[in-house]
């Protein structure tokens, strides 16, 4: 009877999955009862399974795809995350931090390889770049507590990058000394000009990737997300670009890591935070791509050859401690000289610390260049497990502090119990539904995670039945949307005499606190600008209502340019409409331009810079709401325009607004429009007298208006 292990390594494509979909599923499970780390979980699996552990699979070419999937994948996600307005005003914090995390582990690694380990100059220096560079391995657990956009995980990231561009290119400089040079004729050539030539060939390459990713990849982001809205399509198209990115960064002769972070970089503003294809992109990632990854750097490493003991075990303890200790100091001296807080330190030590598949392909360069020996290969592979268990651990403990230490401030200051929010989505053309569900999941108020509402309000007469059927799959269409992005969508489709006595009814069942809606698309049945029943909705309630007009993709905005009337910020909704536009802002990275008066702007600047002070506002004087015409020349077509409103008898009300709906109608067709009328205070209007009995179609157009159209026609 044959044995147990003539079955093992599995060869079955089909139990290879099995085994691995196993592990990503087991794994967190265990860990979390354990209390450690799930990362931990994935790196020790692959230690078991591996052919050093118990061979029940072997590293094949799966391991080698889906790893290097799941590490750009990582990458890639770093730089779709990033706050890039954050990085534009602390540029000089991330190059600091950057040098620092390089350069100090490069430094005390090629001292302790040359004084203690007794290793090469050329050898000391391989380590040192393996050291100085670092992979976000840890990195899925800052996104599992949502701190992507917290400032030290930035710093990290961007740290990460500028050492790991840097050690690449000392990398680059090492394989060039060593006179392993990929340039023409380098046979035929001098040492010392086949360097130059290599250099030379090295900087255009370079400047070419980036310039040429600058100006493409934009536009195409751009041509393609306008005009393809099928969510597969979309996926595949962000994933090719992707690919390319790290295809092109390995033929300019660095690592594709760099290309798949700097794609991301790139995509950043046209992939909103809270977009359903960036909860696809993190989804696919870490539930298969990212697991494998994982799994792959723990089945590379070796506990028997420490065990064993030997000079293995000394290189394994000074790698570590060295390399780890390098990151420590550089973190801890920049948290210090930026006055971060020690659990931003920590952060940004845990985050910085781990090796993995970076070290492995610096030491496979050396290994061709005959600078390492088996010691100092098993003695880096451990160094990776060491090194990543230290940086979950740290992150993961970092992580909770800040969460607590934010929800403490959060408590103390009573914002949760102070926010009435909750938006009601007033949905009724299917071409433009969509389109409001991504404005207000950009809009709300993330750390709440409160629910919206959806509603579809239907004229209860002998169409009804057909009309109510319209209704419900609009809604379930929008709910299968919001769903993608994790947030909760109640429904309702609601039959009522009179549209805007229903919008009113179910906006005080479910307590809202304001109306996101669309303008009317078909003008040929009625060309008024407001449509049926706007108006009497807006002279009707008192609360927020903000409607808008989609020419293209919201991911596609560069600009919102934003109409103030004067003392608007004497009105009692100035606040809500501002937090609104700057998480709106905020989502999609776009600069937001101001025109109004110098007394509305001191007030708007004061409270971006306290709340929201990563979002770039710009403020240019309008003396007179009369020159709002003369805005439409500036309003490009990937730029919002927003214009906050008012209604009768309020402070902010002029009687320029009566022209309104004119203005907008001859100069803003066209464009990307949001109107918003802002919170009054009191009851509404004597039309917010509500009842079912109220004769059908009260907001429909008088017979004034039939007659004057009738007389158009005739005449």
């Known amino acids: 009877m044959p044995s147990l292990s003539a079955y093992f390594p599995i060869t079955s494509p089909t139990l290879i999955f099995f085994v691995v979909l196993l592990i990503i599923l087991l794994a967190p499970i265990i860990m979390g009862k354990l209390r450690i780390p799930h990362i931990i979980g994935m790196v020790l699996a692959g230690i078991l399974i591996g052919e050093h552990g118990l061979n029940i699979l ?3 070419s799966s391991f080698e795809i889906f790893g290097q999937v799941g590490l750009y994948y990582i990458m890639f996600l770093a730089g779709l995350e990033m706050d890039l307005e954050s990085v534009k005003k602390n540029t000089r914090h991330y190059l600091i931090f950057g040098f620092l995390t390089c350069l100090v582990p490069l430094a005390l690694t090629y001292v302790v390889a040359m004084t203690v380990l007794g290793y090469s100059p050329a050898t000391s220096f391989l380590l040192g770049c393996i050291m100085a560079s670092n992979t976000l391995v840890a990195y899925p657990i800052v996104g599992r507590y949502g701190l992507q956009r917290h400032p030290s995980v930035g710093l990290s990231v961007g740290s990460s990058m500028i050492s790991l561009f840097l050690a690449l290119v000392m990398l680059a400089a090492l394989a060039a000394a060593q006179g392993d040079v990929d340039v023409p004729l380098a046979s035929q050539l001098s040492p010392v000009t086949s360097q130059v030539l290599f250099w030379l060939l090295f900087l255009v390459k370079l400047a070419a990737y980036i310039v040429l990713s600058l100006l493409l990849i934009p536009r195409l982001a751009r041509f393609f997300l306008r005009r393809y809205s099928d969510s597969v399509m979309q996926y595949i198209f962000v994933l090719a670009v992707m690919f390319l990115s ?20 790139i995509l950043n503003r046209y992939i909103p935070h809270v977009s359903p294809l960036m909860n696809r992109i993190e989804f696919i990632g870490n539930a298969i791509f990212i697991p494998y990854f994982l799994i792959g750097v723990g089945m590379l490493i070796n506990v028997q050859s420490v065990l064993q003991g030997g000079e293995v075990v000394w290189i394994v303890v000074l790698i570590a401690f060295i390399g780890t200790f390098g990151k420590a100091v550089a973190a801890y001296i920049s948290s210090l000289l930026f006055r971060l807080p020690e659990r931003d330190g920590k952060m940004m030590f845990g985050l910085t610390s781990a090796h993995a598949a970076g070290a492995i392909a610096m030491v496979m360069v050396g290994i061709r260049l005959n600078l390492v020996n088996d010691d100092m290969l098993n003695g880096v592979v451990m160094m990776i497990l060491v090194t990543c268990v230290v940086s979950t651990l740290v992150t993961e403990q970092s992580a909770k502090a800040i969460i607590v230490h934010e929800k403490t401030n959060l408590d103390s200051l009573g914002t949760n119990q102070a926010d009435d929010e909750k938006i009601l989505l007033c949905v009724k053309y299917p071409e433009i539904a969509p389109q409001l569900l991504s404005l207000s999941l950009l809009m709300r108020n993330h750390q709440l995670n409160r629910g919206l509402v959806a509603l579809n309000v239907v004229y209860d007469d002998e169409h009804s039945p057909a009309g109510r059927e319209q209704g419900l799959r609009l809604l379930e269409q929008l709910q299968q949307r919001a769903s993608a992005s994790e947030v909760q969508l109640q429904t309702q489709v609601r039959l009522a005499s009179n549209i805007a006595n229903g919008i009113k009814h179910a906006f005080r069942e479910f307590a809202c606190s304001e109306i996101v809606m669309g303008m009317h698309v078909h003008t040929e049945n009625n060309p008024k600008f407001w449509g049926d029943f706007i108006q009497s909705l807006y002279n009707g309630l008192n609360r927020q209502i903000v409607l808008t007009r989609f020419v293209q993709p919201l991911s596609t905005l560069r600009r919102i340019q934003v109409a103030v009337p004067s003392r608007a910020e004497y009105e009692p909704g100035f606040h809500r409409w501002l937090e609104r536009l700057c998480r709106f802002a905020g989502q999609l990275d776009c600069r937001m331009e101001f025109h109004g008066r110098q007394e509305s702007f001191n007030l708007i600047e004061g409270y971006i810079q306290r709340h929201h002070h990563n979002v770039k506002a710009v403020f240019t004087p309008m003396g007179h709401w009369n020159e709002l015409p003369r805005l439409a020349s500036s309003i490009a077509e990937d730029h919002m325009f927003v214009v906050v409103t008012a209604r009768k008898g309020t402070i902010s009300y002029k009687n320029a607004l009566e022209r309104l709906p004119d203005e907008l109608q001859n100069h803003f067709s066209g464009k990307n429009l949001m109107i918003i009328f802002p ?32 007389l158009r026609i005739r005449l």
């Not at 790290?246 to 991301?264: K, R």
């Not at 009191?682 to 907001?699: L, P, R």
């Open 58 to 60: 072997s590293r094949d």
């Open 246 to 265: 790290a295809a092109l960064t390995d033929f300019v002769g660095l690592e594709g890591i760099f290309g798949a972070f700097f794609s991301g970089l």
């Open 679 to 710: 919170d009054q205070y009191g009851n509404a209007t004597k039309d917010d007298s509500m009842s079912f009995t109220e004769a059908q179609h009260k907001e429909e157009s008088s017979v004034y208006d039939f007659v004057l159209r009738h």
